[in-house]
Structures are given as C-alpha cells and as structure tokens.
C-alpha cells in the first residue's frame, strides 16, 4: 500500500500517542523524528501571518483582514457605513466583511492543515488476524509501520512548510488584491457617482436649449429645422446621461459585492467627489527593486520554487524505496491440545518490491522538469514584476500629469472660455444657445477631467499593488497557474 | 486741443524721432499726432490765403514751404487708434493716427510730399481724384516702384483743380486700407470760384469700415463683406465729436467713402445741397435740395446748407445697421419668446444669464452688463432724455445761436424752448399692441410665401 495514501487514510494523527510495547521498538526509527515532526494548526488561522506581509502596506489603510466577521467588525462595519464612505473606510469594510477575506483565509487554513498533516508521524497499522485449522488456532497480531513514511517525514514536513509560507504568500496577496480592488471600485463608483452630476447639468442645459426651441417655434421665430436641432440635442444628452447613471448604479455595485454587503447596508452613501490630486510624485528610486525585493507573487514564486526543490530531493529518495514497509511481527499459535500448549513466533517482515522495471528514472526526469518549470515561472514573475513596476511607474505619472493638466490647464480655459461667452451673450454677440451650448462642452470637459482624476487614483491603486503586492491585473492567472504546479502529495 | 498744445505735442513728436536726424537732413520734420480730438483749423501760415476745414477728430498736416514748394512728409506707419474711450484698435495710420492727417493745399500750389514707409511691407500712396502727372499717382508697379518698408519716397505736383480728394495706399490696398490707411486732401480755390461758395463752418471726414472680432483689438484683413465697426474718420459712436455751428453759419460737410459699401448719409433737421463731387464743383442747375445723399464706395460728396435751425440733430448713416456696434449676426431674433421657467434653469449652470431680446434689443441700450473687454456695446450712448442705442457712423449737428464764431467747442445738449418737446399724453391708457404673430402648428393654411432672392445682400 502507498504509505502516503495509508497516511492520509489514517484518523487526525498525535504525535504523542503511546502504543504501548511494540511500539517502543518502531519508536526507534522514528525518535529522531519526533521533533521535527511535531506540529500544530495554528490558532488564528493564519491571520497575523497574513498581516505580517500586509500589515505595512499603504493598500491596507492600516486595517487587519478578518479570517471571521464577529460582532465587534460588524458593529464597526456599521459605523463606517453611518457616514459618507471614504477609499480607506471601504478597504477596512472590505477587509473585515467580504467573503473573498474569508475565502483566502479557509484556503489558507487548508494549507495548514496539510503542514500539520505532512509533519505528523504515520499512524501504526495493527493487523489482527485469526485462523482456525481443525482445533487449531493461530492469532496473528501484527503492527506495521509505514517506514518510508517515516524515512521521508522530515522531507515532508519541510515541504509542506515550505507549501505552506508560499500558501501564506498567497494569502496575503490575496487580501492585497481584495484591498486594491476595493479602492478602485470605490474610485469607480464615486467618479460615475460625480460624473452623473455634470451629464446631468448638460443634459439640463440641453433642455433648457430645446425648451426655448420650441418656444421661438411656437412663436415663428424659429423653423422646424433650428427647433429640431435643439431637441437632437437634448435627446443625446440624455442618453448620455442614461449611460452615466447606469454606469453609476454598476459600479457601485461592483463596490456592494466587494465590500460584502447587502440588506439594508446597501444604502450606504459615497462622498461627492475623489479625493484631490497628491500636490507632487512621490521618491520612490529605483522601482524595479523595490518590486522585485518586495512583491508577494516573486516572493511567492520564490517559495514555490524552493518548495519543488525539496520535493525534487524527496523524489531521488523515494524512487527506490517507494513502499517499503516494516512491521514488527508477533504470531501465536494455540495447539488447542491437550498440553494447551503454544508457540509464539516473533519477527520482522520486510516488505521491499523489488525495483525490476522501475527503477524511478521517469519519476526523477518529472522532478527535475517540475523544478526548471518552477525555476523558469521565477523568472517569469521577476520579468513580470519589473516590467510592471515600470510600467505602472510610468502609468502613475502620465495620469498624474493628464489629471493636472486638466485641473490647472484644461477646466481654468474651460472656464474662461464660458465667462467670455456669458460676455458676448451680454453683448447680443452670442445667443443663448451658444451660451447653453458651451456651458454643456464645459460640463462634457469636466467630466473628461474627472476621469482623468480617476484614471489618476486607480493607476496610484496598480503602483501600490505592482510595487508590493501582486500583479496588478494578473493574480487570478498566477492563482491558477501555481495551483497545478504544486506537485501532488505523492500520489505517482 | 488746442493750437498751443497741438504745436508742443507736436514738438515731443519730433524729439523722439530725433535718432534718424541725419538721414532725415533734407526733408522736413514729420510732425506726429497723438490725440484724437478735433484739431482746430490750421490758419495757413504761409503761400496763399484760404479758409481751412476742421477734421473730425483729425488734424491738418503742417508744412515747410522751401523755395516756393509746399513740402509735407507722411510717415506711414503702426498706430493705435482709439476709436471710441476704452476701444482701441492696432491700425496702420499716417503720423500717429488713422486716418492720417488732412492736407490743405491751395490751387495752383506746387506740391512735394515725402512718404516715409514704417510699416512692416511695401506701400504706395495715391493722391486719389487728382491731375498729376502719370508718375505721381501712386499705383505700386504700375507708375512707380513701391516704396520699401524703411524707405522715403518723394511725390511732386502741382495742385490743379480745386476740390475734395483723398490718399490711400495703392499696394496691398485691400489690407492696407482694411487696417485704416487714408487720409482727406483739400484742394481750396486761389480766389472766389463762381461753384465754390465761402462757408463759416467746413467740416470733412472718411468713412471706414473694419472688423475687429469682439474682445480683440486688431481688424481682420480679409473681411470682404461682414464689417462690425463703422467710423466716421476711425471713430465710432460715443466717440465722434460733434459738427457744431453758429446759427445761420453757412455749413460744408464734406465726405469721403473708402469703405467697401454705400453710406447713405443723412442730417437732420435741414435740407441740403451736393455743391461738389469728386469730380469738382457741381453746377448749380444740377443741385437740388436732399436729406441724404449716398456716397457711393469710393466717391467724395460735399453738403452745403445753411444751418438755420437750433437744436441736436443728428447726422448719420442711415443703414441702421451702420449706426450699431458690433452685434451676433447669428443671434436668432427672441421677441415674443417666454423665458419663464426656462430662466430658472439656465441660471443654476449660468449664474449671470440674464433675458434679453424677448421684447427687441432696446435692453441692450440700457442694461449695463459686462462685455468682452475692448469691445464697443451693439448699443450705447446717452442722451438727456436717456439711453441712444446707437453706435457706428452716428454723430450730432449742433446748431447754437450763441456759438461764437470759429469756435468750434461742443455747447453741450440743447435747452429746448418749453413745449418743445414730444411728451407723454397724461392720463391716457392705451393697451399695448397684440403680437400677431401666426402659429406654425396651424399655418399650413397660410399661403402667402415669400421667396428672397439669395446672395450677398450683407449690406
């Protein structure tokens, strides 16, 4: 029997069970062992791991993610929902309240599991059997240990570790995501919220443009034709704002699910606009370092990568000796006669398949390719981190600079341009509808500045992230891609 | 201004310019002006006797006189006119102004005019209506060279026939006179002409056009058609002095036209007669008695009548459209539309719209909003009884018994003798008239169609 299948078959493991006499004698393979393979499910789930990745990073507005939403969080949920919800507010409702936090932490619970799992000594295998033969009868009693298992613990133990940081790692990057998805959903929501306001003064003004309209028309002012026109006007203003409320109403919504919630919290209200632009670019050196020091998906890669490592010493190991078994062998047999005499046999029973076709070469060759695929996926995120960092650098600081244009460049002309026309407006220079018609370019400009200041916040968001945290666009594939890359418990 | 002051300005003038002394040795001084004020008559110093004009808010060129010759120098060149208090305008002008200054001569009298050329590119001058010799008249490759940016050009002739004449460039002519380059020349008789009567009061002006975008301060150049600006010697109304007599005076107006359209030109209160062209004098069987005369792109008209009735009366082009400022050629007309509840509205995104023109324009006449800086109001003007609306080509005759003879100074508004004045009718109640205007939901059965024929008709 695969000793790793037996292992996992066996009840929750105690590395401090006694089983009693014969068990003395195994213990002498194991003694050694019994150090290192001691382990325990840590008891808060692998939340203060998580924090200490995350704890420092600018994502978390200083917040600790909740593996479980209890009273307190809730209470404290409410009170961040009672007021005007702001980035930082919303990324600690998210870090306490969505189900995405307490996904990654059951994820991560799992990986403890199997650490603890993998580090524990195997469970004895007692084998009892009784035969009877005419008056004859034979007890066979037999405790067998699975020895590989306890030749290859320490290698286990120190891969499932291993498996485990990585899975720490991930976890992190996990509530980092959460943490900037929450901040630019919030930036969404807000700039469509803002956004709405303006499209909707256009759309009024249009309005006012085609009411006026109808009037010259109805007075014989105005041709169908010159009436006609306004109300053209009016009606794509309107769509227009129709797009705007809806992309309002779906942006906000993508908030709600991230932020978890539902019920009567989802009246919750947004402040009336982004916050304003930094006043200047931070120093940040040479970002590349700083990704390739700090990001969780390279050090993530790099845990994995050492992970397989072992897993590949392990394989060397094992593909020999692959389901040797040792068991500690006491058979007594009853005569049933009239001496009621017995005998009793002791022994060792050595269990070795012989290596006659597979001498593990296949097994080995696997190994070493699962170790260069994880080497190169090293690589491949380095690659990945740096150009991201660059690239979100530069992406920082173009919309720094297009959102600062439009603030002090684009909306000041704008709004000089009105004041000239409301002046040739005064002077009969200008109609009115010239004067309505600017007044809606300047609200479509204002709008074009708000997302630009948006565009601003969220690539602010993707430095953060491309800086220390993860990809910013790529978690869920790195997600998926690493999954099938840990090398199955054994099972070959 | 007055002669004192006009002579010291005068003389700053030329201690400014006193760097191109040397090079200038030979010519006479350029005398500048840097006032827009009617100058008073220049009494001639020298060579024959004659009565001199008054240029509207213009001046008379002084002159050497070097062996017999009448020597003036122009200086063409940028300048700023103030068309109006608080409208100024970038324009090419003649020593100091546009237009340039009016040059009196006698007939007969021999002439020597120095052009110096400050402007940017080449120019020409053409003495226009005059008998001068093929060589003098100033077309620019055709009789002559053009005279280079830098450059004094020299023209000689004899003052032939006398009469009403004007100068302008004939060198990228369009532009050049667009950007206001003319002037007036006066050719008085030598001694009493039989069609030339003496008059107390000769006034002369041009007739310009420009187009000055709205809150900028230099005339587009390629306008063809669509001028803004309409001017009496580059001024606009408020800002044209007034034509004022002594009672009973005997009064010449004379009028040049070098815009790109007619002016019908329109006094009130008298009747008058075309006693010369530009052609010269015209015959008295060939007079008869007018309120307007159009002077036709181009020409030169003088009016003469005696100015026989007291009062302010008016003196204008009578397009109307030439008696206003700049105004939107595009702005629909408003009348009779409602802006209620529409207002409200427009004021949350405009917070200083006010309505105008729902009941016609007279608002703009009164309503003091802002407008784009540098820019003449389509309206303006106040009189004693209240707003004028109007602007452009608009100016007042003021007739006075007590105005002192070759006093040209303005008597300020006319004191009506009581009763004299159109009064409102007391206790009168009349309901103000219905607009009639037909509905277009249900005209269909209007069939009366009037079908314009299209085309430039912009004046």
Known sequence: MNPFVRRQLAGPPHCRRSSGALFKRAAAFGGALVLAGCASLSPDGGTADVQALVGNNPLMAGTTAQRVPDEASQKSVDALLAKPLDAESAVRIALVNSPRVQDAFATLQISDADRVQAASLPNPVLSFSR?????????????????????????????????????????????????????????????????????????????????????????????????????????????????????????????????????????????????????????????????????????????????????????????????????????????????????????????????????????????????????????????????????????????????????????????????????????????????????????????AGIEAQRDFWLADTDLQLALTGSSPGGMTALQTATAGDAPAAGGH | MNRRNFFAGAATAVAATTASRVSMAALPEPVMQSSTATAPPLAPPNGRPYNPVVTLNGWTLPWRMNAGVKEFHLVAEPVVREMAPGFKVNMWGYNGQSPGPTIEVVEGDRVRIYVTNKLPEHTTVHWHGQRLPNGMDGVGGITQPHIPPGKTFVYEFTARRPGTFMYHPHADEMVQMAMGMMGFWITHPKESHPLIEPVQRDFCFLLGSFDVEPGSATPKVNTMTDFNIWSFNSRVFPGIDTLNVRKGDRVRIRVGNLTMTNHPIHIHGHEFEVTGTDGGPVPRTARWPEVSVDVAVGQMRQMEFIADEEGDWSLHCHKAHHTMGPMGHEVPTMIGVDQKGVVDKIRKLVPDYMVMGDKGMADMGEMEMPIPDNTMPMMTGAGPFGSAEMGGMFTLLKVRRDQKPGDYKDPGWFKHPAGTVAREVPGASVPPAPRNAPSPGNSSNTDATVRKPSGAHNH
């Open chain 1, 131 to 447: 035969l009877a033969q005419g008056r004859e009868r034979e007890f066979e009693r037999m405790l067998s240990f699975n020895v590989i298992g306890l030749v290859t613990l320490p290698w286990q133990a120190r891969w499932a570790g291993q498996r485990h940081e990585a899975a720490k790692l991930q976890a992190a990057q996990s509530v980092l995501l959460l943490a900037a998805d929450t901040r630019r959903a919030w930036v969404r929501a807000v700039s469509a919220q803002q956004s709405v306001v303006y499209l909707r003064d256009a759309k009024d003004a249009a309005e006012a443009g085609a009411e006026l309209a109808h009037r010259m028309a109805q007075v014989g002012n105005w041709s169908a034709l010159q009436r006609t026109r306004e109300q053209l006007l009016l009606a794509d203003a309107a769509a227009q704002l129709a797009r705007a409320e809806q992309t309002a109403v779906a942006t906000r919504e993508q908030l709600t699910r991230l932020l978890g919630l539902g019920g009567e919290r989802i009246g919750y209200t947004l402040p009336d606009r982004l916050p304003p632009l930094p006043k200047s670019a931070p120093e940040l050196g040479d970002v590349q370092a700083l990704a390739l020091r700090d990001r969780l998906d390279v050090r993530s890669a790099q845990a994995q990568n050492t992970a397989v490592a072992d897993s590949l010493g392990l394989t060397r190991a094992t593909s020999v000796i692959n389901a040797m078994e040792i068991g500690a062998v006491r058979n007594t047999t009853f005569e049933n006669d009239a001496d009621r005499s017995r005998s009793t046999k002791r022994g060792f029973e050595l269990d070795l398949p012989l290596p006659l076709f597979d001498w593990g070469q296949a097994r080995t060759g696997r190994a070493e390719a699962q170790y260069m695929q994880s080497a190169a996926r090293v690589r491949d995120v380095g690659v990945l981190a740096a150009s991201e960092a660059r690239e979100a650098w530069q992406g920082w600081n173009t919309s720094y600079a297009l959102a600062r244009r439009y603030r002090d460049e684009v909306l000041p002309l704008r709004k000089k341009v009105n004041e000239e026309m409301v002046l040739r407006y005064n002077g009969m220079l200008a109609s009115v509808w010239e004067l309505l018609g600017e007044t809606r370019a300047s609200m479509l400009v204002v709008n």
